[in-house]
Protein backbone atom coordinates (compact mmCIF):
# COMPACT_ATOMS: atom_id res chain seq x y z
CA UNK A 1 0.00 0.00 0.00
CA UNK A 2 2.69 2.06 0.58
CA UNK A 3 4.04 1.77 -2.75
CA UNK A 4 0.66 3.01 -4.30
CA UNK A 5 0.56 6.22 -2.29
CA UNK A 6 2.66 8.60 -0.76
CA UNK A 7 2.84 8.57 2.69
CA UNK A 8 1.30 12.15 3.38
CA UNK A 9 -2.17 11.03 1.54
CA UNK A 10 -1.90 7.96 3.81
CA UNK A 11 -1.93 10.24 7.02
CA UNK A 12 -4.51 12.20 5.74
CA UNK A 13 -6.90 9.01 4.65
CA UNK A 14 -6.55 7.28 7.98
CA UNK A 15 -6.50 10.91 10.17
CA UNK A 16 -3.60 10.15 11.30
CA UNK A 17 0.34 11.63 12.42
CA UNK A 18 2.98 11.31 11.04
CA UNK A 19 5.30 11.14 13.98
CA UNK A 20 2.20 8.84 15.16
CA UNK A 21 3.07 6.48 12.23
CA UNK A 22 6.91 6.68 13.10
CA UNK A 23 6.26 5.95 16.91
CA UNK A 24 3.94 2.52 15.65
CA UNK A 25 6.93 1.55 13.09
CA UNK A 26 10.07 2.06 15.75
CA UNK A 27 7.47 0.47 18.90
CA UNK A 28 8.41 -2.95 20.36
CA UNK A 29 5.64 -5.56 20.60
CA UNK A 30 4.18 -6.10 23.82
CA UNK A 31 4.77 -8.45 26.46
CA UNK A 32 2.25 -10.72 25.70
CA UNK A 33 2.70 -10.62 22.09
CA UNK A 34 6.21 -11.22 22.85
CA UNK A 35 5.32 -14.05 24.92
CA UNK A 36 2.79 -15.35 22.10
CA UNK A 37 5.41 -15.67 19.65
CA UNK A 38 7.73 -17.80 21.90
CA UNK A 39 4.51 -20.25 22.91
CA UNK A 40 3.84 -20.27 19.28
CA UNK A 41 7.75 -21.37 18.22
CA UNK A 42 6.90 -24.32 20.71
CA UNK A 43 3.63 -25.18 19.55
CA UNK A 44 5.57 -25.49 15.81
CA UNK A 45 8.55 -27.66 17.66
CA UNK A 46 5.51 -30.15 19.15
CA UNK A 47 3.90 -30.18 16.02
CA UNK A 48 6.61 -30.74 13.97
CA UNK A 49 7.75 -33.50 16.04
CA UNK A 50 5.00 -35.75 16.70
CA UNK A 51 4.27 -38.13 13.72
CA UNK A 52 0.40 -37.65 13.07
CA UNK A 53 0.41 -33.85 13.01
CA UNK A 54 -3.28 -34.06 13.72
CA UNK A 55 -2.94 -31.86 16.73
CA UNK A 56 -6.46 -29.59 17.87
CA UNK A 57 -6.21 -27.12 20.38
CA UNK A 58 -6.81 -30.14 23.48
CA UNK A 59 -4.07 -31.94 22.10
CA UNK A 60 -1.40 -28.90 22.02
CA UNK A 61 -3.35 -27.57 25.49
CA UNK A 62 -1.77 -30.56 26.84
CA UNK A 63 1.49 -30.62 24.68
CA UNK A 64 2.54 -26.97 25.81
CA UNK A 65 1.63 -28.13 29.93
CA UNK A 66 3.89 -30.61 29.45
CA UNK A 67 6.92 -28.13 28.86
CA UNK A 68 5.22 -26.87 32.28
CA UNK A 69 3.91 -23.73 30.51
CA UNK A 70 0.01 -22.89 31.84
CA UNK A 71 -2.03 -21.66 28.76
CA UNK A 72 -5.55 -21.70 28.56
CA UNK A 73 -7.24 -24.14 26.28
CA UNK A 74 -8.78 -20.97 24.47
CA UNK A 75 -5.42 -18.83 23.98
CA UNK A 76 -3.75 -22.03 22.36
CA UNK A 77 -6.75 -22.48 20.25
CA UNK A 78 -6.55 -19.15 18.99
CA UNK A 79 -3.22 -19.68 18.01
CA UNK A 80 -3.22 -22.51 16.42
CA UNK A 81 -6.12 -20.17 14.60
CA UNK A 82 -3.61 -17.99 13.42
CA UNK A 83 -3.43 -14.73 16.06
CA UNK A 84 -0.01 -15.32 15.19
CA UNK A 85 0.39 -17.27 12.24
CA UNK A 86 -0.07 -20.12 11.02
CA UNK A 87 1.08 -23.80 13.01
CA UNK A 88 -1.17 -26.10 10.36
CA UNK A 89 -0.99 -25.89 6.59
CA UNK A 90 -3.77 -26.27 4.89
CA UNK A 91 -3.82 -30.31 3.84
CA UNK A 92 -6.90 -29.71 1.68
CA UNK A 93 -5.75 -27.32 -0.61
CA UNK A 94 -8.13 -23.81 -0.79
CA UNK A 95 -11.42 -23.53 -0.43
CA UNK A 96 -13.37 -23.02 -3.83
CA UNK A 97 -14.23 -19.72 -5.16
CA UNK A 98 -17.34 -21.13 -7.16
CA UNK A 99 -19.76 -23.48 -5.42
CA UNK A 100 -19.38 -26.84 -7.05
CA UNK A 101 -22.48 -27.63 -9.25
CA UNK A 102 -23.29 -30.54 -11.42
CA UNK A 103 -22.20 -29.42 -15.52
CA UNK A 104 -25.46 -27.88 -17.25
CA UNK A 105 -25.25 -30.48 -20.13
CA UNK A 106 -25.54 -33.62 -17.89
CA UNK A 107 -29.21 -33.97 -17.17
CA UNK A 108 -30.94 -35.58 -14.01
CA UNK A 109 -32.88 -37.98 -15.03
CA UNK A 110 -35.06 -40.10 -12.93
CA UNK A 111 -35.24 -43.85 -12.97
CA UNK A 112 -38.16 -45.72 -11.96
CA UNK A 113 -37.21 -46.70 -8.52
CA UNK A 114 -37.37 -42.72 -7.85
CA UNK A 115 -33.01 -42.72 -8.14
CA UNK A 116 -31.80 -40.08 -10.03
CA UNK A 117 -28.04 -40.09 -11.88
CA UNK A 118 -26.31 -37.86 -13.75
CA UNK A 119 -25.92 -38.32 -17.36
CA UNK A 120 -27.94 -41.49 -17.90
CA UNK A 121 -31.33 -42.13 -19.07
CA UNK A 122 -34.30 -44.44 -17.20
CA UNK A 123 -34.69 -47.93 -18.91
CA UNK A 124 -36.19 -50.82 -17.57
CA UNK A 125 -35.22 -54.32 -17.91
Request: glycine residues 8%; contains cysteine; proline residues 7%.
Amino acid sequence: MRADFHLSELYEALEASRSGYYARQTRRAGPRSQQSQRVLGLMKAIYDHRHTRSYGSPRMTDGVRDLDLVYSKNRVARLLRGGCGRVRENLFGPRPTEPITPPAWEPWVPFSNGIERMGQTASRS
